[in-house]
């Protein structure tokens, strides 16, 4: 497939993908709150006068789906709440810095905070066990991930690690999102911005992949219904999105699109079909390319990239 054609980049050469159905989507019709109370007289003369709803609603981005119950989002971005100001400094999740700080080991400006959902602004002096925290700039490395490498912080058996190729890209520690075998190359993504990983891991946001498979043999024509109707796997079914032979390939490569986050899936689904994967290159991930990215060297993202992946629902 051609990951050089835009807005919706595919692997490699160029294909021709079999239409799969289009993912469903959808706008949340419900309002973020009740509508206020009118605004009465009062005997104060200086008493602020009450910010209607419509007032409020002018400021909300109705784009962004809100659950029913949702506060009114807080006007002031500068403003952060602790257990994500933790988790951005890489402490912990999120959910285990509600932990820390209703245990008490959490202060702001020498106080100690045990309320959930506290906010701190920038000027605020942050500690936990003592340590000033201070929170890191976000990093976006993508790396296009060379043979032999395998995709772990560390390993015990001192093989070579994908952190090894990332190591010069920023002070901050970078993490990577998902993973790729030791034997599969392609795109990888390392960043230390919590909230873009969890949305990229997460099944609800359906982060796009896509495979130039290579085969063991020649991929008959009627498997393609077959991968696109889903495979039946140890772990359940699992189909892929679009499928076709690679333009100007042999019929042995393969264009696969999927969403799967499950573990080798792809190979596991040529092998459920009775073929051998030979070379698996990863070619698009959540709309993010090769396009001048040489094998085993990185880059970082840009702006509009970045803003893309944080602004988009299905990536």
Known sequence: MNTNKKPSPKPGKSTKPVAAKPAKS???????????????????PDAPKEVSARDKRKYIDFKIKVKKGDPL??????????????????????????????????????????EMGHKIAPTDVVQYDGETINAEKKRYVLLNKPKGFITTMDDPQGRKTVMSLVKSASRERVYPIGRLDRETTGLLLFTNDGDIAKKLTHPRYQARKIYHAELNKPFRTEDFDRLLK??????????????????????????????????????????????????????????????????????????DEVSFLKMTKNV
């Not at 189909?239 to 699109?257: H, I, K, M, P, Q």
């Not at 596991?268 to 085993?296: I, N, Q």
């Open 26 to 44: 959808g706008r949340s019709n419900k309002p973020a709150a009740a509508s206020a109370a009118k605004s009465t007289k009062t005997s104060k």
């Open 73 to 114: 989002p807080n006007f002031n971005e500068n403003e952060i709440r602790l257990n994500k100001y933790l988790s951005n400094a890489g402490i912990c999740s999120r959910r285990e810095a509600d932990v820390l700080i209703q245990t008490g080991v959490v202060t702001v400006n020498g106080k100690i905070v045990t």
């Open 230 to 303: 889903g495979v039946d796997l140890e772990d359940g079914k699992s189909r892929a999105d679009l499928a076709s032979y690679v333009e100007g390939g042999n019929s042995r490569e393969v264009g696969v699109e999927i969403h799967s986050g499950k573990n080798r899936v792809v190979r596991r689904m040529f092998e459920a079909l009775g073929y051998d994967v030979v070379k698996l290159d990863r070619v698009v991930y959540a709309g993010l390319t090769k396009k001048d990215l040489p094998r085993g060297m990185f880059r970082h993202l840009t702006e």
